[in-house]
């Protein structure tokens, strides 16, 4: 037999997991040190283009990209922590996970690679 599960239910626990998802990014917007990067990524044809990383724990629908611009850039600007000196990530574009080929790429312990930015 099948439980309902009231709709109020799903859409409060939904809610609570976006925010949560997002709680990282907003605490590091405000505290001292912290820094702004902007990441990139060369995809003209493509409809939507997010990022993943350790920097919002992998989590996917948190980090949209905007674009693409004239040229078929998409970009996002990331409030990272003070202290942060390196950030593993990887593009989505259209669903299909994607790395940079112009940037650095480490492996990522699942017989693939992500990108990495080393901070000063």
Do not use: C
Not at 25 to 40: F, K, M
Not at 54 to 68: I, M, V
Not at 105 to 116: I, P, R, T, Y
């Amino acid at each position: 037999m099948m439980t309902k599960i009231p709709l109020a239910h799903v859409v409060r626990r939904s809610l609570f997991a976006f925010a949560f998802a997002l709680a990282p990014i907003w605490v590091w917007a405000d505290e001292p040190g912290s820094s702004a990067v902007t990441l990139s990524l060369h995809a003209p044809h493509a409809k939507t283009v997010e990022i993943t990383g350790d920097f919002n724990q992998w989590q996917s629908g948190t980090t949209p990209l905007a674009g693409p611009d004239d040229k078929g850039m998409w970009r996002v600007v990331l409030m990272l922590p003070g202290g942060s000196r390196r950030i593993e990530y990887v593009f989505w574009v259209d669903g299909s996970r994607v790395v940079d080929p112009l940037q650095p790429v480490v492996k990522d312990g699942f017989s693939g690679e992500n990108n990495v930015l080393l901070l000063p």
